[in-house]
């Protein structure tokens, strides 16, 4: 992404409200011209879609079932519904967004399943209260059901769960007889903070099945529910078809998947929103009048995400500058960045000199 | 299409098992690249998306709200679960998708509505059915109430009902107080076959959502719910959230729905796929051994599908030569041939030329 | 019930809509008034509601979990939807209760399984039908899965299958791996019929649960799920209680129930019933100008109805004289007769006499 | 209840556990029994059930649309899911049965709305937190859309809303665009409470539907869907059928229902209930050592529910004495005593004599 940009004015890339704000990776549209061309089984049955599942088992150490959806909250869904009874409760931070953003999705999905909340400092689920939950009401006839731990890593601050807090998590809900579900709609930024292998971060802790976003980190519409358990396939099939997301032309899909997957384009574009951040963080932090918060602050693996207190007029000023975040959404005074695969060192200079110059206009007015 | 297609050996294109199996058309693959580029403001408040349902309000000359999805089935469900309560019938051919191909997605969407089959000849609703059908046990509280027609045009047989026949339909069910819905997964071979314009086919009869199929007809996979009721579209808009239909990076989608429907290429498409149907049916009717069946037999408006009679030992050659379709899966000895916008007159040349190799070969063996 | 009733004219019971229209066993009432004295735990926890378990263990031959509700159509639906998954089929007679008379009840119970028709004669499946169905698009992921046979005994049209008949039917569902449902809204009525054991009819041809009906033979609200397979216990408690059926004050149920149960009040009660409808059928069997139709006339097992054809005027005729039944509902010139628990031989003999009263009259007109 | 009770051992009820440990009122019982008597048309078609909806129509000086359910659980559903789209929010206190006591039945119901717990002191909800809760997110597709106001009364903890309150809350969730429906499971004994009319505690400040309890305080097993608003009788006439809850043999619900209006015995039986508490409390408060808690301890109105604080040895030196009830359950050391029309001002003193006697052995023994 270093090549030119000519959409962009000054070649400058200014948006970071979210990583679905910026394009796909050209590799990844460059498979889907590729696929357009010549005869192809549908409904999953070509060659693209077969290998996209045996390049998963491979980069998983583990044989695994895909079922490519449109979105995240269909893979959160369909996981969902296959991991626990209507009558379950899926627990989950109260920041998750199954909790928040899918505008009930999990609900319908499941029938009437129930996301109960498990607070936690920084976006992560706190194991003291998760194990009071994974419990609570067990066998009483007049409450649902806890079924399944869903973990949303990374998180929806950016914190990224090292691998121990997982094995605390994980540990305590196998160990009440929940199933486990991994929300990993920006499941590579995860990997890459932590340095861990797909496998370690996952089933080896004890993950059933995971929402394996793409989209975020490259792809344009292509995510997929990733199960290590073989008595769910039945069942994730159905209910992947039932919801309307088994495309008849899924080699669009999987092609996708297939060069995101290759010669570690995931990985790369993770790194860079990774790295990205890291470079905002660390601008900020010597800015005097910039807060920054959350595990950054602490030395801790983040993603690709960075909150940060700004006075209240530079949101203003960097916004008038071009710049596109989410101010004041989460808490007065609060601003959100996201990086992503398509941020350049240049993009984030860009940003760090304007917030400086901002800041220094304003206390000059003074 | 008329250019090299590498990826074929001897450049025959022997695919007819369905219109899903060929690629996408080339325009629709440079839009996606080109969306590829730049920014965009997410969940479809980006200017192509917004674009597309100008376009098509345009196309249809009535305001519209439009959902873009990744499969007609998901189409099909939400447009259903807005126009039936549960305790609702949807009334439709016992052919029609929804009720055969989906595996239960509608009742799935519509939380538990019933799909009342109304039987008719040639894939067709009979009007004095569905007269039957539209108020039976009305207002009876131990039975589903008629709430929906649903009409598939083109059929699944690849038949098209006339606007007169269409509108026989329509008319009843408005009188008895139902919605209608079309399902339009072959909305445009509909549309060319019978020279008509989208209004004409569709709210100028009383249509009240039609699920506006592009993928078979040369987009990738995108679909689309278009409502014609603007006191549907919140809910609309929340059935298409909570499926998991509503995509981050829609734009993806809308630049194909784009370039589908800029300077006609979605009626080119349509137009030389029931060509080519018609070249083989023109064909296959002066080959002795070779029965045309369906509408097409009787002169009536047909769109890109050819079913026929073939003598046993004819699909096993032709399997053997390379073409593929499907052979006795509705009745022993009936073949279905769907033809498509990536089909040349060289092409079907190529099969009616073995087909009287293969009749002949047979003959003269015996 | 051949007490005195003084709610009668003239002591003449002339209903024959339902046997839901007659009242309740006075050994019902006078339980259910014992039951409310003094303390119990509420929820089933109570001893009366324990002892119920009991005794349908014992009146089984086998352990069963029981869940009593107010109505068939929850039982029904409560059964089937822990039998089939959402994405399953349920083979069941096109005139079944579940299919036409509860307003799309199993579907939301169920989250939108489909029921799917398997017809017969006689109300009663066609094994060869069934067969084909039983298997059908198996595995395909485009359709829903045969899951369930749900069997009707006695039938919607009285009639009762043969313990050989159940027996064709359930080797062939599992067989295919379907799991079999009984709707036994009259079951005591069709054993009685039978001469048969509850095992012989049950479990011992491998139904997994019944609804077992006891409103329409006797009792007041009370029916309930009778599951033979423990492996179902717990997901049938959660949908009971989901549903709403899980009563504080069970006993009240409970009470009902073991009423029915105790002294073969439940067999009495279907032997009168099925009695008086076979006197009802000989006597008409003698009278010129009514025919009876359905298994009675070929001498079958039939339990307490009646289906007959009626010259047009003797329908009018008899309801003038204050007699009430369905004429004209199912075909032109059919009625149906339902007796019950509450009829006396003297009720019957007033209405053959009735009959040929009526006829005699419009006879001498002519 | 005064008459003798020769199930207790001594005369004496010792049941505090919930209201529908106790059975049901003599005349209740002796009207199922007058039902039990003659034919009488299935499903509601009675004179009785007919009656029922005039007598309610009476008492809250309005038409309604009545439905007879049985369960609380079964009314709460069938009228939150006709007055929340599945998208929708139902705002309750977190204490709220809905929310905690039904297993998720209303998302069952609703297919798959979310219950949004609104907090307050003493198990009433906070106007200001309702009035936050009320428009979030609103016209935002990604959340679930505020829709209904569930209001408890009286509420879990026994208090009761005043008029001034209640008006407060509707008054904010009509505002909102919001319905109102009222958990009525205590509904007599708030309404004694307060000395209010159905009319002025319901539609009077927007109330739409009431789940009318009538089980808990001397019913068998019968509540009921009661709706102010004529346009929602046809949906909640086919959720009600779907739910299974349409009885055919429907008079011996209504029965009970008629009795318990009759001669004012619902206000009579509440507020029997209520003045036990009272007494409950006023002995309590005189009593060293024991601390009554909430609104009964501020002077407010409050039903038939006891909160107070117990010496640890005290719980369990009372049950050894043959009482009944909750005991830690909520918080250590806090009990809860529910009273019921069937308790005497001789039962309640004997709890009274044995907390003083078992206090005073304690202490004597320290």
Not at 7 to 20: G, Q, T
Not at 58 to 86: K, M, R
Not at 184 to 200: D, K, Q, S, Y
């Amino acid at each position: 992404m270093s090549t030119d940009r000519p959409d962009l004015a000054d070649n400058i890339l200014r948006a970071y409200l979210s990583d679905n704000a910026v394009g796909a990776s050209p590799e990844i549209l460059a498979a889907v011209v590729a696929a357009g061309a010549g005869v192809a089984a549908p409904y999953g049955e070509d060659p693209l879609s077969a290998g996209v599942a045996d390049r998963l088992s491979i980069a998983f150490e583990h044989p695994v079932d895909v079922f490519p959806v449109a979105t995240g909250s269909a893979a959160n869904g369909i996981a969902l519904a296959a991991l626990t009874p209507p009558w379950g409760a899926v627990l989950c931070h109260p920041d998750a967004h199954i909790a928040n953003d899918e505008a009930g999705a999990p609900e319908f999905f499941t029938n009437g399943a129930k996301l109960v909340p498990v607070d936690g400092a920084n976006g992560k689920i706190d194991p003291d209260l998760l194990r009071e939950a994974a419990t609570r009401r067990r066998g009483d006839i007049h409450s649902v059901q806890p079924a399944v731990l869903s973990i949303t890593q990374a998180t929806e601050t950016g914190s990224v769960y090292s691998i121990d807090e997982l094995s605390a998590l994980t540990t305590i809900a196998r160990d009440a007889g929940l199933r486990v579900h991994m929300d990993g709609a920006r499941f590579a930024n995860a990997l890459v903070a932590l340095g861990a292998t797909p496998a370690e971060m996952t089933w080896m802790l004890g993950v059933d099945v995971v929402s394996f976003g793409a989209t975020k980190n490259g792809a344009m519409t292509a995510d997929a529910v990733v199960s290590f358990d073989p008595a769910l396939a039945t069942e994730l099939a159905f209910r992947h078809k039932r919801a309307g997301q088994l495309t008849s032309k899924m080699r669009f899909q999987t092609a996708q998947l297939a060069a995101y997957l290759a010669d570690g384009l995931w990985l790369r574009n993770a790194a860079r929103a990774n790295e990205m951040a890291r470079r905002l963080r660390d601008g900020f932090a010597v800015t005097p009048g910039v807060e920054v918060l959350g595990d950054d602050a602490i030395g801790e693996a983040t993603a690709n995400i960075v909150f940060c207190r700004f006075p209240e007029e530079l949101s203003t000023d960097l916004r008038d500058r071009g710049f596109d975040f989410y101010a004041g959404r989460w808490e007065r005074g609060v601003v959100r960045l996201v990086t992503s695969f398509a941020h350049t060192e240049r993009d984030i200079d860009a940003l760090l000199t304007a917030t400086r110059e901002a800041l220094r206009s304003r206390a000059v007015a003074v």
